[in-house]
């Protein structure tokens, strides 16, 4: 198993496993036959080890993401930051044209100061809650997912780990190439 605690590594770990990932998105989906609710709590609970290891502050790399914004995030940024709503939307924000909601306007962030958040406190649902492994629903969220082990050096391990745990379950005898368009 290839676990990092060390964020600089992450892009060429990730690279190396992406295929792989891939391939087991399609096992959880298709063949793992673990009930979703026994799969959140090995994640929960991989996901809870996993993040006391690695300082946040030493990384900021979900900064450079696009976390998405709604009425809601932008009133508490404006509150922190002393100006209107429509201040934060004219200064930091512009549509998503993908998900048609509002996104931060650079990458990474322009509210992130010397990889620290200015306004933590205030910051969006999105990035409180990445990367969203400690959610209920794993099953339904492998797309992204495999993408945040990208990002994110607790999302790759925690599938690294995953995976472990998956092999009395037949994720070794898994051998197909299916993967991402499945
Ligand atoms: S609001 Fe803060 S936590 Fe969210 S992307 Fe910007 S700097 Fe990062
Ligand atoms: S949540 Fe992940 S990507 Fe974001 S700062 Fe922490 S370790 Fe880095």
Not at 14 to 41: G, I
Not at 77 to 91: H, K, N, P, Q
């Amino acid at each position: 198993m290839i676990c990092s605690c060390d964020v600089a590594s992450i892009d060429r770990l990730a690279d190396r496993k992406q295929d792989e990932n891939w391939r087991f998105r399609a096992f959880l989906k298709e063949e793992c036959d673990l009930p979703d609710a026994e799969v959140d709590r090995m994640v929960h609970e991989l996901y809870g080890q996993e993040a006391a290891k690695i300082d946040c502050t030493s990384c900021a790399r979900c900064c450079s993401t696009a976390p998405l914004l709604d009425d809601e995030d932008v009133g508490r940024l404006a509150g922190s930051l002393g100006i209107t709503s429509d201040e934060v939307t004219s200064r930091y924000l512009k549509m998503d044209d993908d998900w048609g909601e509002l996104t931060f306007n650079q990458k990474p962030c322009p509210l992130l100061k010397d990889d620290l958040c200015t306004c933590y406190a205030a910051r969006p649902h999105d990035c409180w809650s990445y990367p969203h492994l400690q959610k209920e629903g794993f099953r339904h969220r492998l797309i992204s997912a495999v993408n945040n082990a990208s990002v994110c050096p607790v999302v790759f391990n925690v599938l690294e780990r995953l995976k472990d745990e998956m092999r009395p379950h037949g994720w070794n005898r898994h051998t197909s190439g299916r993967g991402r368009n499945r």
